[in-house]
């Protein structure tokens, strides 16, 4: 099911028999990755007919599609290109099959690997098309650790300082409110990327809302007497600020 609202997202293809995907892929993996495509309901093969150009503007009408897979040590990277778009916009993603005492039992651990690994590809390409047109979206995760401070600067947090590593984000969707879970003072930013933000940007990210905190002229100083590290939260896609 979610890949026939991930590939309906790019073009008609409710209904995946009317897509096709070129694999690329090392021979030695050809078993695991077509097995992988064929769990997902995608049809491996040529375009039933020559893709045309879409404008980039057009985020509909994708229907040939393209993915390579490559290992990179104990992982895989998973590409998903559209045969209508520029080699240049593409998702990516890297994924880790779970390690099995048996090894009888390895080659359907990496095929199920793909097949996660392709779906979230599709979506990513998705992602990439929207932010090339100055359309994206994007979830960051928050987590500032307020266990241990004193009570004026768990209020300090609360009402100043992670509201103002908020302001920070173009917002888009609902407005949240934090929440604090086993010491850390939560919540989660929707938002529009920054033209020069990486795809893999959290420490990125952890950085830009260091600088934002620290020094004399910072944006959004500290509570008084409390040192911070920003650290990418790398599990739940967010940046996490240890405060003591």
Known sequence: MIWAVLLAGLGPCAELANCTAKLRTPAALL??????????RLPEGEP???PSAIDPKVL?????????????????VVRALSLHR?????????VTPQALPNPK?????VEIALRGGIARAMEDLSAQLAEAVGQGRRVLKLSVRVSGLSAPARQFVAETFLPCLKSQFDLLGPVTEPREVAGYLEDEVEYAPLKDEPRDSLDWQAKRLRDTSVGQKAQC?????????????????????ELK
């Open 60 to 76: 509909r009408g994708d229907k040939a599609f393209a993915i390579e897979i490559e290992p990179d040590g104990e992982a895989f």
């Open 221 to 241: 100083p500290l509570p008084a007497k409390v040192l911070a590290t920003f650290n990418p939260d790398t599990v739940n896609r967010g940046v996490i600020v």
């Open 105 to 109: 039992h390895q080659a359907k651990a």
């Open 86 to 94: 520029a080699p240049s916009v593409f998702g990516r993603v890297k």
């Open 48 to 50: 039933k007919t020559a």
């Open 31 to 40: 078993p695991q990755a077509r097995a992988a495509l064929a769990g997902a």
